[in-house]
């Protein structure tokens, strides 16, 4: 007898129950996990809480302690920087890098080397310290002159710290420290120089930086490093650019005598791996040392760009000598 048509069932149909049937299960498997999940949850919250109030867990434990807390700062009422508001600055202050932060967090920076990328000789020294208190000296210099821009000074020089400079790390430490108190009149007035790859370029590097910003060249200048280099930027660094000792000014400070900083030490390598090489090659041209020291500091492959943002300075960041550089420059 034949069946009639409406309840002959075809492939396609017993095929569509099917996938509606897989369907509903893979839906309903779905909501029981997301049920387990969040009920996890609310029991672990309630757990949490409990042991809160019973005074057996801290809210720091409940924030995990793998990590030493980043600090924020907030810079809602702060000034914000704009540099066509700063066109009256013509006193350049320069802090020069010697290292570069690797640590996502500065709770330790004046105290751990473990916070900083450190060449072998810079290790054991104590030397964090003393890069916060440049940093911090800086801060202090601009905010006794209204006048004056900070310039943080130092290129992109540890291939094991990745693309950061010096000048950017020491930058962070100043905000890390929320200034020491100044940001409001500081941090407006300050930026970064992040090319430099020694002492000279430091110095250079940072005019053509405060030109970029400013828009005119410094008539006044400091410098803040360690002391036991003021000699190079007194006597040898700031002829070689033609500044005058009466526009000149170095603040010097080493580690403290209580550290483990050998002074000695540093004094007689200043004298052989800087002084002496500086004094017959101002401009760092000729040296193998210092031409290997510049190539060693850029192991990204930056190039300078203050030949084009600072015209007036091409033929003095390409005079190699002999002698000092003849030409009349902007500050004089």
Request: glycine share 6%.
């Amino acid at each position: 007898m034949a069946r009639r048509r409406g309840f002959v069932r075809t492939g396609y149909e017993e095929r569509s129950c099917f996938r509606i049937a897989r369907l509903v299960c893979s839906a309903s498997c779905l909501a029981v996990a997301v049920f387990i999940v969040w009920s996890y949850a609310v029991n672990q919250e309630r757990s949490s809480l409990n042991l809160l109030q019973k005074g057996m867990l801290t809210k720091s434990s409940l924030q995990g302690t793998s990590r030493a807390p980043i600090t924020t700062i907030d810079t809602s009422h702060l000034t914000p920087f704009n540099a066509s508001r700063l066109k009256t600055c013509n006193h350049l202050i320069v802090v020069c890098g010697h290292a570069i932060t690797t640590s996502e967090s500065l709770a330790d920076v004046a105290t751990s080397d473990a916070v900083w990328s450190l060449l072998p000789y810079q290790r054991q020294q104590d030397l964090p310290s003393s890069f916060v208190a440049h940093v911090r000296a800086g801060v202090t210099e601009a905010q006794k002159d209204p006048n004056s821009l900070l310039v943080f000074s130092g290129g992109q020089t540890r291939p094991t710290a990745g693309p950061k400079s010096e000048g950017g790390a020491y930058w962070a430490v100043a905000e890390h420290f929320e200034w020491w108190g100044a940001s409001a009149k500081v941090r407006h007035r300050a930026v970064v120089e992040d090319y430099a790859r020694d002492s000279f370029e430091n110095f250079l590097f940072a005019i053509g930086r405060f030109k970029e910003v400013i828009g005119h060249y410094p008539a006044k200048f400091t410098v803040v490093g360690y002391a036991f280099k003021r000699d190079r930027f007194a006597t040898l660094h700031a002829p070689a650019l033609g500044i005058a000792p009466s526009a000149f000014r170095y603040v010097g400070l080493d580690p403290p005598t209580n550290s483990k900083f050998d002074l000695a030490a540093a004094t007689t390598g200043e004298y052989e791996n800087a002084l002496r090489l500086f004094s017959e090659d101002p401009y760092g041209c000729h040296s193998p040392v210092l031409k290997a020291k510049r190539l060693e500091r850029n192991p990204y492959m930056r190039a300078v760009p203050y030949s084009l943002s600072c015209p007036e300075l091409r033929k003095l960041l390409e005079w190699c000598g002999p002698g000092l550089f003849p030409n009349p420059l902007p500050w004089d």
